[in-house]
Nanobody, 123 residues
């Protein structure tokens, strides 16, 4: 089992930045692929970014490429999502997730989920 807990959400103006953190505990976090997803009101949960267990390989949704950066510090069992140039369309609840095995953008492939953190971007 892996337990995940997000933090760092909040309200920010358009063009601003936030850094989300995902603290992991339980089963060895370092052996998992970590992903970030988001869900806006009335919309389905969507993939945002993912990172391999080693941190070498990263993957992004087109909508956030060039603005968001995913990273992880396995020594601290923590993952991060740095979000820059935020837009009102980025408003959503953001979830971190972890899975065994390699990369996937499908939420159903992820075994472990945090409770989510709210990000709101005002125009």
């Amino acid at each position: 089992q892996v337990q995940l807990a997000e933090s760092g959400g909040g309200l920010v103006q358009s063009g601003g930045s936030l850094r989300l953190s995902c603290a992991a505990s339980g089963r060895t976090f370092t052996s998992t692929t970590m992903g970030w997803f988001r869900q806006a009101p009335g919309k389905e949960r969507e993939f945002v970014a993912a990172i391999s267990w080693s941190g070498v390989n990263t993957y992004y949704a087109e909508s956030v490429k060039g603005r968001f950066t995913i990273s992880r510090d396995n020594a601290k069992n923590t993952g991060y999502l740095q979000m820059n140039s935020l837009k009102p369309d980025d408003t959503a609840v953001y979830y971190c997730a972890a899975k065994t095995g390699g990369y996937s953008s499908g939420s159903s492939r992820y075994n472990y989920w945090g409770q989510g953190t709210q990000v709101a971007v005002s125009s």
